[in-house]
Each structure stands twice: as structure tokens, then as C-alpha cells.
């Protein structure tokens, strides 16, 4: 496009929490050495502890030749291929940790086994070990107590999260306080025609989008 700029709205982020009933080594509880954990050396610094656990290398060495089952919309041929490539093959080549993808058409389905499996009596290995969550499943889970933490800003990359935004901070309006942690983001761009459109003009929220849209037809 002639003189064609680009925009953005505000970015969109993925979070993600892990389930207390959690079965996540898939075998027995024994540890291998750390002389073991190949690779590791490269998440290292901690910035707490996680319950239940002395330092990151005894997370390492617990999750080595384990499986993690990981729901999520499953709706995005991108998303999976992604998933699948930059976490699955990463935590299989590296750590010895096999990921299970499990797709769900929505989030609640995750959730409503969570719930099902806790009013069974089911307190250890349940067959949901991390959720890709946000809103109201968030909202439900940390209300009956079956989210896993806090664990969230013990993680070695969190150093590189910045905490303080409001919306990493709190979910549905309530403080994530570290049960859940942000894995991605997303920006919605688009190209305008500065000769025919003023900057200061421009939409910068989703709700002017589609008022600019519906006063702009064609």
C-alpha cells in the first residue's frame, strides 16, 4: 500500500497454570543423580524455591524420564506445530521430559475434570497436569484450591517478567500471586494508508476497531 504504515492494539497474554493434582513425573517418585540431568545447566538461577522442592536442579532431576500433560485449545494447526517443536522436542532432547499435547476445543473441558476428579476423592495423579487458562477457568480453580504453588516468579526466567504489569499481575481481577504464569503474547497489527488516514486518528483499542469499522463500511 502507498505510504503504507503499521499499527498495533495492545498485546494479548497466554498464561498458563499448573493443576495440584498434578501427575507429572509418570512413573515412580525416585530421583536420578544430578550427573544425570544433561543440559540443564542452562536454567540454573532461581529466584525461590518452588514448594516442595530445595532448589531448581532437584525439579530437573525429579521431571527427568517423566511426562507432562499439557491441555490446551487445540483449535490453531500453528499453535500445536509450535508447541509440539519449540517445548516437546526441547524438554525430550534436553531434560527427558516427554510432553503430551492434549487438545481441547475449550478450556472449561480441562477444568471440569479437574473438578470431576476432585469431588471423586482423587487427591495425587490426575490426568491434568498444566493448563493453558486464563479468565474465569483461572478464577475457578484458584477459588477451590486446586492450582499447584506459588511457583510461578520462582522460575529461573522470571527475572525477565516484568511482575508489576497489571495484566500479569491479576487475572479476571484476581491477583495471580504466582499460580499462574504468562508462556507467550500476541499483537494484533495492521497497515493504514497515511495519505489518506491521520496517525492521531488512528483506532488504538479493539472496542474503537470496531466502532472505526462499522462508521467505515468497504
Known amino acids: 500500500m502507498k505510504n503504507g504504515r503499521v499499527g498495533k492494539l495492545n498485546p ?18 525416585a530421583k536420578p543423580s ?15 524455591t518452588l514448594p516442595g ?3 531448581w536442579q532437584e525439579v530437573l532431576d525429579a521431571a527427568r524420564g ?3 500433560r499439557w491441555y490446551l485449545w487445540g483449535g490453531s494447526a500453528a499453535i ?8 516437546g522436542e526441547v524438554l525430550a532432547r534436553d531434560y527427558g521430559i516427554t510432553l503430551v499435547r492434549v ?41 477451590a484450591e486446586l492450582l499447584y504453588g506459588p511457583w510461578a516468579e520462582s522460575l529461573p ?10 495484566s500479569l499481575r491479576y487475572d479476571f481481577g484476581v491477583p495471580v500471586d504466582g499460580y499462574e504464569s504468562p508462556w507467550s503474547s ?17 483506532p488504538r483499542s479493539y472496542r474503537e476497531l470496531d466502532a472505526w469499522i462499522r462508521a467505515n463500511p468497504g
Open 12 to 29: 494479548v497474554v497466554l498464561l498458563f497454570a499448573l493443576v495440584l493434582l498434578s501427575g507429572c513425573s509418570g512413573g515412580d517418585q
Open 34 to 48: 544430578a550427573q544425570s540431568v544433561e543440559g540443564s545447566t542452562r536454567l540454573t538461577a532461581l529466584s525461590g
Open 53 to 55: 522442592f530445595a532448589s
Open 66 to 68: 517423566g511426562s507432562v
Open 80 to 87: 500445536n506445530d509450535f508447541v509440539d517443536k519449540q517445548y
Open 103 to 143: 487438545p481441547v476445543a475449550d478450556t472449561r473441558e480441562a477444568v471440569a475434570i479437574v473438578m470431576a476428579e476432585t469431588e471423586a476423592g482423587k487427591k495425587t495423579g490426575g490426568a491434568v497436569d498444566l493448563i493453558w487458562i486464563n479468565g474465569l477457568n483461572f478464577y475457578t480453580l484458584r477459588q
Open 157 to 166: 526466567n522470571a527475572a525477565l517478567v516484568d511482575w508489576e504489569n497489571p
Open 186 to 202: 500476541a499483537q494484533f497489527q495492521f497497515i493504514y494508508d497515511s495519505a489518506r488516514m491521520d496517525e492521531a486518528k488512528l
